[in-house]
């Protein structure tokens, strides 16, 4: 005979897609600046520059998180695009970043859905997105994803206005 004991298994915690509260300005900040260090690069982000792109008289960007309960997880930022000669609108999803340790749990997917889900409501045409040349692991998560490779054509000029 066997004997009947209670086995409690953690339950995985419920993570929420949601749009960016200025509450979560500050911890998105910490994971702007995580993502900008692993490609190398320094963040000159601050949460003040968050609040006007996102809540400001004109907002300028879309963020969503991935809140775990006790915290943040992820982002994606969405940024618009235009295709004047074809007369479409596009969304670009400009960051995706989910914490290390969490990541392979389907949150970046559900990120990028609620991404599709945000850009279908804006009238978008089309989800764009980039990934470093070397980035090998983001190209097999996009292409998973159903995004399309497209070659860079022509080059990106730049002048600073201040």
Known sequence: ???????TLPRPPVVVIRAAKRHDLPELNQMIASLASHH??????????????????????????????????????????YRAQEGKRGMDLHHLYVHDGQRGNG?????????????????????????????????????????VPRPVTGMRYLQALS
């Open 40 to 81: 190398g690069d320094a963040s000159a982000m601050t949460p003040e520059k968050l609040e006007r792109d996102l809540f400001g008289p004109m907002p300028w960007i879309t963020a969503l998180v991935a809140d775990g309960g006790e915290g943040l997880i992820g982002y994606a930022i969405l940024v618009p695009l």
């Open 1 to 7: 005979m066997t004997e009947d004991t209670d086995l």
């Open 107 to 147: 949150i970046g997917q559900h990120l990028v859905a609620r991404a599709k889900e945000i850009a279908r409501q804006a009238g978008c045409d089309y989800l764009s997105v980039s990934a470093a040349t070397g980035n090998f692991a983001a190209h097999r998560f996009y292409e998973h994803m159903d995004f």
